[in-house]
């Protein structure tokens, strides 16, 4: 195990155990009735501590080696890390396309690509609030020898914004595709180490962000009008499963 890989199990361990409702694979944690109202979640507001601990101070043991992690995924990097970063940086929806096939396209699929934007927006909604509460400082604003090799976003760094986008789309074609299920999991924890490796995120930046990201599309499964989106979603890529399999 390398040690950026140690240290974002560690990073998980973290977040996970410090998350006052736990969030696990099988039951997704139950939301307060009033979220950050939007698309497919309920009118109203929530306090984001109710989703996520606070990150770990900058002093602290757990703080000092999320820091570390970000200073090894930088002297380590390769230019294909590199790139790999910067893919992620800029990103659109269909990057799942690694995992589902080139014929994912908007094009193909215009009411799913709508819902994962409507799903998207939901999120970065309650991320924006969060990001607002907890207030991080980016890693090169804790360390000047970080030099992030994408954007340096303005905001806070708790949770990443992307790796929100990243898990939440993971969590909707999960629902859509249920037997691609791991792949799509681990494509999104590939594609939400790329903060890390780009200098612009914590470990326990992107852990936070897998834990609010299944946190909020489960209080999404209770909308019915979601549960009807994601069955259209099915029936609109069904023809092109099925014409792969023939």
């Not at 497919?40 to 501590?49: E, I, Q, S, V």
């Not at 030099?147 to 806070?156: A, I, K, M, Q, Y």
């Not at 992107?206 to 609010?212: D, N, T, Y």
């Amino acid at each position: 195990m390398t040690n950026t890989r140690r240290a974002f199990v560690l990073a998980t361990l973290f977040v996970v155990l410090t998350t006052p409702q736990r969030v696990s694979a099988g039951a997704p944690a139950p939301l307060p009735s009033q979220l950050a109202g939007g698309h497919f979640l309920p009118a109203g507001g929530a306090d984001p501590a109710t989703l996520l601990p606070p990150p770990p101070e900058t002093s602290s043991i757990a703080g000092r080696a999320d820091l570390e992690a970000v200073r090894q995924a930088q002297a380590w990097r390769s230019p294909a890390q590199v790139e790999w970063a910067k893919r992620i940086a800029d990103g659109d929806v269909f990057d799942n396309a690694d995992v589902l096939g080139a014929w994912f396209t908007a094009a193909n699929v215009p009411f799913t690509a709508h819902v994962l934007e409507l799903v998207e927006d939901d999120v970065r909604g309650v991320v924006s609030r969060a990001k607002d509460a907890f207030s991080r400082p980016r890693p090169p604003k804790v360390d000047p020898r970080i030099e992030p090799c994408v954007h340096l976003p303005s905001g806070g760094s708790y949770p990443s914004g992307h790796a929100s986008a990243i898990y939440a789309r993971a969590e909707v074609l999960a629902e859509v595709f249920p037997e691609q299920r791991d792949a799509l999991f681990a494509w999104a924890d590939r594609a939400a180490w790329g903060r890390v490796l780009g200098g612009v995120h914590f470990p326990t930046d992107v852990v936070a962000a897998r834990v609010l990201a299944h946190a909020v599309v489960g209080a999404m499964r209770a909308n019915r009008e979601f549960r009807a989106a994601i069955e259209r979603c099915k029936a609109e890529v069904a023809p092109f499963i099925a014409k792969k399999a023939a």
